[in-house]
């Protein structure tokens, strides 16, 4: 079993040096023998701050979006090979905010997931149904798609690469996060579709719960043994509240 993973999503907060102030005070708090992985996703504009600032620590970096592409004219897109060279490991994609605002869809979504892993950059795979969707009884049809489009023709030696974030969107900086029942019936589904298309060991594959998680609802969510982290939004942009989320998840493999 791989150790529970915490990524937090910056979104468009923090300059570079507001990202530094953040890395200063949030390594007095972290401890540095946490058995959790942890990642930070800055903007892009603070790569290099925080790409400095984690040299000495066990912090891992993502960039929170990257183009399909590995050069050429597309003015104002980043490359794979440009994030790596800024230290990153892994990046999100797919994430609802994307879709929503910026017209990604599941084609676009499997590129950049192909481009991510040819130039070893794991992807983070953010699914999630809207509210409408859930209500009209949709939820595993669009998982299902979003899964199945986002990681078509992903190879089984690829798919171990590959981390699953569970975003409901209507859970997405609402304050209302899914229940731990309703997240672990989405995450079994989940795992269900990796192990059946890809062959996947569920265990090989870690899949973490995104929406509203806060150090009030974290250690709840994390003792389904289905919900393996968190992708953070709102409550990572504070090292007081990111290291509480962290401090959960590892209070859940005791
Ligand atoms: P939130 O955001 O924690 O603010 O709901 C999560 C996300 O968008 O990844």
Redesign the pocket.
Known sequence: MQPPLI?G?W?MYKTASEGREFIRDFLKLHTSQSPVDVVIAPPFTALQALHDALQSSSISLAAQNVFCEHEGAFTGEISPPMLRDLGCTSV?LG???RRQHFGEDNDLINRKVHSALSHQLRPIL?VGELLEEREAGQTNAVIKKQLLGGLKDVSAEHMVQVTI?Y?PVW?????K?ATVDQATEVHSLIGAILESTWETKREAIRILY?????PDNADILFQSPQINGA??????LNPDSFVKIIGSAHRSLN
Do not use: D, F, M
């Open positions: 990524v999503n979104k999100i994430h609802s905010e953010c974030a975003e859970a997405i900086g609402t304050g996060a995104g929406g509203s998680v806060n992708l953070v939004g709102k409550a990572c």
